[in-house]
């Protein structure tokens, strides 16, 4: 776990809170005046709430920016004792939004981000306001979700290793020295970026994972996927209504390795005909690292005009 107050050479200058959720201590950002509206931004594998440093700047002054990190990861807890599925996560996810009580929530969702914000969307649709997706797949009963997921998976480097890691046995081996191989981990995915690399930011993202038993939460992740355990909210008719019904803005990095525009992308636009969609030449899967201050202009336009 990463130190409370450890702001990495100034680079994520937030103060830490901390909630007990479902046993654990979950560390979250939570910037801006607390009257306003709320962005909750969730990030994925194998990132935390670094990821959105550039946005949270961009947006705390006219709302209340708020980004956990999930089991596992960043500053959170990783209890031994858990597992790390992806229904754990939403679990997390959805006590973590009861528990401050969140309302009026615009989601920016990144990586597994997607499925874990969409999961308490569909328990909590009367919660969210405004759907953002960005690089984070959103199935949600669409008839072709599970067939894009696996075409997905066909062609993807980052799944393609998962699979075969697991049946070689290698895949806790690899995913438990993180620490090390954050980097690489990272460029399998999608990271064009090369330009903000530096000592600073390999200790940020590589931080949490110093030893195999701080990378449960990024073990589990993968292994829930090549071993099926993995499973998607199925939210029912009505919560379905309500939620077609929000704005929506997809920002997609076009040069993503792992999660393809064109596969995921059509999920999203089924869901909602009328979002805005963005796709982003050059910037890949952490399109946060790529492209920050195109996407933060992107998103504040998209706040202000719904």
């Known amino acids: 776990m990463i130190p409370a107050h450890a702001d990495f050479d100034k680079t994520f200058p937030f103060a830490p809170h901390f909630e007990t959720v479902n046993g654990f201590q979950m560390h979250y950002v939570d910037e801006g005046d607390r009257a306003r509206e709320v962005v909750l931004c969730l990030h994925g594998e194998p990132t935390w709430g670094y990821l959105y440093r550039s946005l949270i700047t961009a947006l705390c002054g006219d709302y ?8 596992g990861f960043g500053k959170s807890e990783t209890p031994q004792d858990r597992s790390y599925w992806l229904q754990d996560h939403i679990d ?15 989601l920016v969702m990144h990586d597994f981000g997607g ?15 405004r759907i953002i997706s960005t690089n984070g797949p959103t199935p949600f009963g669409q008839p072709d979700g599970l067939e894009r997921l696996l075409k997905n998976a066909g062609i993807a480097p980052w799944f393609q290793w998962i699979v075969k890691a697991n049946e070689d ?33 390999i200790a940020a993202y590589g931080g949490h994972f110093s030893t195999p038993r701080d990378c449960l939460g990024a073990i589990g992740w993968a292994k829930g996927f090549a071993t099926g355990v993995h499973r998607f909210e199925e939210p029912d008719a009505a919560a379905i209504a309500m939620i077609r019904s929000k704005p929506a803005l997809a920002i997609w990095g076009d040069a993503d390795k792992t999660l393809h525009a064109d596969i995921f992308l059509p999920l999203f636009t089924v869901l909602f005909p009328g979002a805005d969609v963005h796709r982003i030449p050059g910037a890949g899967h952490y399109c946060f690292e790529d492209a920050p201050d ?9 706040l202000q005009n719904s």
């Open 115 to 129: 499925p874990v914000g969409m999961g308490v969307t569909a328990r909590h649709p009367g919660r969210i306001k």
């Open 294 to 302: 195109q996407i933060a202009d992107i998103v504040k336009r998209f």
């Open 92 to 106: 997390n996810l959805e006590k973590f939004v009861l528990q401050l009580d969140l309302n009026d929530v615009t």
């Open 169 to 201: 046995g290698s895949l806790e081996q690899v995913l438990g020295q993180l620490g090390f191989n954050i980097l690489s981990a990272m460029k399998i995915n999608g990271f064009e970026n090369h330009a903000v690399i530096s000592d600073t930011w």
């Open 64 to 71: 209340r920016v708020v980004v956990p990190d999930h089991m």
